[in-house]
Each structure stands twice: as structure tokens, then as C-alpha cells.
């Protein structure tokens, strides 16, 4: 995966700046942070940049560490944060949204929290995104005639 600092704006409207991975294919969206480490899970992000708005769920199967979710929509708007439960049996979770999203940030349980981004005003500054386009699709549009 690809690493890409981003603005977020929280909900006091100040600035917090990550470095996230960008996961911008069906594969990397599909692995996240399965099968790493607890330390690394702590210490990263994850940014899932989808070419449509979706409103497919995730799970944290294979997952070794809880985490939360911001599901964000194509104008950078925090839809929701959402806690996920490290999978530890066999009940297969999943964690969703009610509304259609565009990206979704995974970091460590309580970065949003801690930083004060929530859905009553935080964003993506989408300027800081311009030029992620899903590799997916870049494919598609290349292989038109």
C-alpha cells in the first residue's frame, strides 16, 4: 500500500495531520489489517478510497487488535465512528453505516476519540486526497477502447 499524509479537521476545527496507508484496490481493501501484529495495528491507519459511495460492511476477521472506523462521504463528511471488536470466537460481525460512504479510515480504538473527530463536525480535507483514484478503476478506464 501506498502512504499519504491527510488533514483531518476535527470537531474544534483544528487540524490533525496523519500518515496513512491508502489501500486503493479490491486487494488491499479486502486485506486491511488482517494478519498484523498488534504494535503495528497501533502505530498505522488505513484509508479505504472506493471510486463510488458504498454501503458495504466490514468485519474485523484475522484482526489482532480492536478498532474504530470513520465512514466518511465523498465530501469528506464524518457519517459515523464506529467501535469494532477484535474477532475472538466464531460470531462473524460485521460494522456498517446507514448512509452511502466514499472512504473509510481504520486506526487504533480511540484515536477519533482522542483527537475530537466525530460526526458532529469533523471532515476529510478532500484537497488532501485529490489524486487517490482506486487503482481499480484507473484499470478500467486504461482498458477501454
Known amino acids: 500500500m501506498q502512504t ?13 495531520w496523519i500518515t496513512t496507508k491508502v489501500a486503493d484496490d479490491a486487494v488491499e ?3 486491511g489489517f488482517q494478519h498484523l501484529c498488534p504494535e503495528h495495528i497501533e502505530a498505522g491507519y488505513i484509508l479505504f478510497v472506493f471510486e463510488r459511495n458504498q454501503s458495504a460492511a466490514f468485519h474485523v476477521w484475522n ?35 446507514d448512509a ?4 473509510a ?6 484515536f477519533f476519540a482522542d483527537h475530537a473527530l466525530s460526526p458532529r463536525g469533523s ?16 484499470t478500467r478506464l486504461l482498458a477501454r477502447p
Do not use: C, W
Open 4 to 16: 499519504k499524509s491527510v488533514r483531518l479537521v476535527n470537531d474544534e476545527r483544528k487540524s490533525v
Open 123 to 138: 471532515r476529510l480535507d478532500i484537497s488532501t486526497v485529490r489524486g487517490l483514484m482506486p487503482r481499480d478503476s484507473a
Open 100 to 103: 452511502p460512504y466514499r472512504y
Open 63 to 97: 484482526v489482532h487488535a480492536p478498532l474504530d472506523i470513520a465512514f466518511i462521504s465523498a465530501e469528506g463528511r464524518f457519517l459515523d465512528v464506529v467501535q469494532m471488536q477484535e474477532h475472538r470466537d466464531t460470531a462473524r460481525r460485521v460494522y456498517g453505516v
Open 29 to 31: 481493501r479486502a486485506g
Open 105 to 110: 479510515l481504520e486506526a487504533r480504538r480511540g
